[in-house]
C-alpha cells in the first residue's frame, strides 16, 4: 500500500472518530463542558460504575463524562486493587527503563487518577494482557485525544505523559492501524503549545492575551515534572525518528538543556540520573541520524565527511559522556545497552570504506563487534519477563543490535576474519534464544501463538522472528562457497542502518509501530 493511501486512511478515521463525537452531542446524549471551567476526568470503563467506586473519599474525582466521550459498552475496568498493582509494576519495572516521569511511591492509583486522569488511563492501558480488553481502551484513549486535542484544543502535562507512555509501550498491546508518527507529532505539538522546549516568557504577548481565555496557558514556573517531560519526549522522538526515517525528533534548545543540567543537578530520585544518561547518549546517536553524510544529500556530495576522522570525533564524545556517568548509575542495565546501543552505531559506519586504512577499519569493526557480543549478553541474561517492559526504545536498540550483528556476520573482506565472528556467536543459535524469549513473555502474559498470533505482539515477534532465522540460514549457508559481500558503496546509509527493508522480521515489527 503507497504512503499516500496510509495517510488517506489515517485522515478517514479521524474524521470518522470527529464525526461520531459530534453526532453524540447533537443528538443530545453528551453534554459539551467548559474546558476553561470543567476539569478533565476520565470516565470508567464499565457502564454499571462510578468513577467515586475508584477514589479514595478524601480525593473525589469530578463528575461527568471527559469531553464528551461515552461511558457505556467498556468490557473492562480496573478493581481498586488492580489498578494498585497496575501502578505498582509500572513504578518497578517499567518507567525505571524510559524514566520520563516520577511517581512517588506513597501516591496511590487513585490519588494518580484524581491528578492525572489521562496518565492513569494509559497506565491501566498498558498493563492489560487481554487483547480485547486493550483495543478498547486504546480506542477511548484516542477518542479522549481527538476531542481534547483536536476538537476542544486543550493540551495539558497529563495529555504530555500519558501520550508518551501510550506511545512508548503501545506495541505490546495494539493490532490497530499503525499511527506512531502521528501520535509522536502530537506529542511534539503539546511540548510546543506549553513551551515546554524555551524558556519561560518574561511577558505574555498581546496576540496571545487576544485569545479568548488567554489561550492555552503558558507555565511562568518551570517544575521538574515538566522538565522530564520535555526532555522524554526528545528521547522517544529521536529513537522514533532514527528508525521510520519520516518524521524529525523534537529540536534541541537551550532552555531543554537548561532543563537537562537542572535535573541532574537537583537528582531527586535516582531514575534522574538514569533519565539524563539516555538524553546524553540520545544526542550522539541523534547526531549520527542527522548528519548529511548519514542522510546523503546528492545535490551536495561534497558534504560527507571523512569516516575515520568523524568516528574519532563521535568516540570522543561517547567516551565525554561515559566519564561523567554518576557511580549510582554506572552499572545500570538500561545505561549499559544504550551505551553500547551507541558504540555499535558509531564503529559500524567502518562498514562503508571512506579514505580510511584498511588496520583502522578493521579496528573499527571489531570495536562495534565486541559491543554487539556485550549488548547480546545483557539482553540473553535476562528472563522471558525481562522483555515484558520494554519501551519502544529499547526493542528498537535490541532490533538494529542483531541486524549489525548479521552484517558483520556477512561481511567480507580479506582482512575481516569471519570465521572468528561465528565462531564467537553463533547468529542463528543468538536468534533461537530469543525466540524463547519472546514465547517465554508471551507465556507470562497469557498469549498462546495457537489462539490468534496477530492480535498477540510477542507471539507475532516470535513467528516473524523465526520467519528472519530462516532468511538467515540459507544466506549464511550459501557464504560457506560463495562469499559475496553484502555491502556496496552505492548502498546509501540508511538503507543499511535505519530502514532495514530486506529483513522482514524488523520491518515487520516496527511496522506494529510506524505511522
Known amino acids: 500500500m503507497s504512503r499516500t493511501r496510509k495517510l488517506e486512511e489515517k485522515v478517514n478515521d479521524l474524521m470518522s472518530m470527529l464525526e461520531s463525537s459530534t453526532t453524540l452531542v447533537r443528538s443530545g446524549n453528551v453534554s459539551i463542558p467548559d474546558i476553561n471551567t470543567t476539569p478533565m476526568a476520565i470516565p470508567p470503563l464499565n457502564p454499571g460504575s462510578t468513577s467515586q467506586d475508584y477514589t479514595s473519599p478524601s480525593i473525589p474525582t469530578?463528575?461527568?463524562?471527559?469531553?464528551?466521550?461515552?461511558?457505556?459498552a467498556s468490557a473492562w475496568d480496573p478493581t481498586p486493587l488492580e489498578a494498585e498493582q497496575f501502578l505498582n509494576v509500572f513504578r518497578s519495572s517499567r518507567s525505571p527503563l524510559f524514566p520520563f516521569v516520577?511517581?512517588?511511591?506513597?501516591?496511590?492509583?487513585?490519588?494518580?487518577?484524581?491528578?492525572?486522569?489521562?496518565?492513569?488511563?494509559?497506565i491501566m492501558y498498558i498493563s492489560m494482557s487481554r487483547y480485547d480488553q486493550s483495543i478498547e481502551a486504546s480506542y477511548k484513549i484516542?477518542?479522549?485525544?481527538?476531542?481534547?486535542?483536536?476538537?476542544?484544543?486543550?493540551?495539558?502535562?497529563?495529555?504530555?505523559?500519558?501520550?508518551?507512555?501510550?506511545?512508548?509501550?503501545?506495541?505490546?498491546?495494539?493490532?490497530?492501524?499503525?499511527?506512531?508518527?502521528?501520535?509522536t507529532q502530537l506529542a511534539v505539538s503539546v511540548v510546543f503549545d506549553l513551551g515546554l522546549n524555551r524558556h519561560i516568557p518574561t511577558e505574555i504577548s498581546a496576540m496571545h492575551t487576544c485569545i479568548k481565555g488567554g489561550g492555552i496557558p503558558i507555565s511562568l514556573v518551570r517544575t521538574m515534572e515538566e522538565r522530564r517531560a520535555v526532555l522524554g519526549c526528545y528521547l522517544l522522538t529521536s529513537v522514533i525518528s532514527g528508525y521510520l526515517q519520516r518524521t524529525d525528533a523534537l529540536r534541541w534548545t537551550d532552555h531543554m538543556e537548561q532543563s537537562l543540567q537542572m535535573i541532574e543537578a537537583k537528582r531527586e530520585c535516582e531514575a534522574d540520573l538514569i533519565l539524563v544518561q539516555q538524553v546524553k547518549l540520545q544526542h550522539i546517536v541523534e547526531k549520527i541520524n542527522q548528519d548529511h553524510w548519514y542522510n546523503?544529500?546528492?545535490?551536495?556530495p561534497g558534504q560527507r565527511p571523512v569516516i575515520p576522522i568523524y568516528i574519532k570525533a563521535l568516540e570522543s564524545s561517547h567516551n565525554e559522556v561515559k566519564r561523567q556517568t554518576p557511580l549510582e548509575v554506572a552499572q545500570n542495565q538500561t545505561i549499559l545497552l544504550h551505551s553500547l546501543h551507541v558504540e555499535i552505531k558509531i564503529h559500524e559506519l567502518a562498514l562503508f570504506k571512506d579514505n580510511e586504512s584498511d588496520f583502522r577499519r578493521m579496528e573499527n569493526l571489531l570495536i562495534c563487534f565486541r559491543a554487539v557480543r556485550s549488548f547480546l549478553d545483557i539482553?540473553?541474561?535476562?528472563?522471558?519477563?525481562?522483555?515484558?517492559?520494554?519501551?519502544?526504545t529499547m526493542f528498537s536498540q535490541t532490533g538494529h543490535c542483531l541486524i549489525a550483528l548479521f552484517k558483520l556476520t556477512m561481511f567480507d573482506d580479506p582482512m575481516w576474519d569471519r570465521e572468528y565472528v561465528r565462531n564467537t556467536i553463533d547468529a542463528l543459535a543468538t536468534l533461537d534464544r530469543?525466540?524463547?524469549?519472546?514465547?517465554?513473555?508471551?507465556?507470562?502474559?497469557?498469549?498462546?501463538?495457537?489462539?490468534?498470533?496477530?492480535?498477540?505482539f510477542f507471539s507475532k515477534a516470535c513467528r516473524l522472528m523465526m520467519q528472519m532465522r530462516a532468511g538467515w540460514a540459507i544466506k549464511?549457508?550459501?557464504?560457506?562457497?560463495?562469499?559475496?559481500?553484502?555491502?556496496?558503496?552505492?548502498?546509501?546509509?540508511?538503507?543499511?542502518?535505519a530502514d532495514f527493508t530486506n529483513d522482514k522480521w524488523l520491518t515487520d515489527m516496527l511496522a506494529t509501530w510506524n505511522g
Open 62 to 72: 469530578p463528575p461527568g463524562s471527559c469531553y464528551g466521550v461515552s461511558t457505556a
Open 102 to 122: 516520577h511517581i512517588p511511591n506513597e501516591k496511590t492509583a487513585a490519588e494518580l487518577r484524581a491528578e492525572s486522569p489521562f496518565l492513569w488511563l494509559c
Open 142 to 183: 484516542r477518542q479522549l485525544l481527538c476531542q481534547t486535542m483536536i476538537m476542544y484544543f486543550d493540551k495539558k502535562l497529563d495529555i504530555l505523559q500519558g501520550l508518551l507512555v501510550y506511545i512508548g509501550w503501545t506495541n505490546q498491546n495494539t493490532k490497530e492501524k499503525p499511527t506512531l508518527a502521528v501520535l
Open 296 to 300: 546523503p544529500n546528492p545535490d551536495k
Open 379 to 392: 539482553i540473553l541474561s535476562m528472563t522471558g519477563q525481562g522483555f515484558l517492559y520494554f519501551p519502544f
Open 434 to 456: 530469543v525466540i524463547e524469549m519472546l514465547r517465554q513473555t508471551a507465556a507470562l502474559v497469557g498469549e498462546y501463538e495457537d489462539d490468534n498470533p496477530e492480535t498477540n
Open 476 to 497: 549464511l549457508e550459501a557464504t560457506s562457497t560463495v562469499l559475496p559481500n553484502p555491502l556496496h558503496a552505492e548502498e546509501t546509509i540508511p538503507d543499511l542502518f
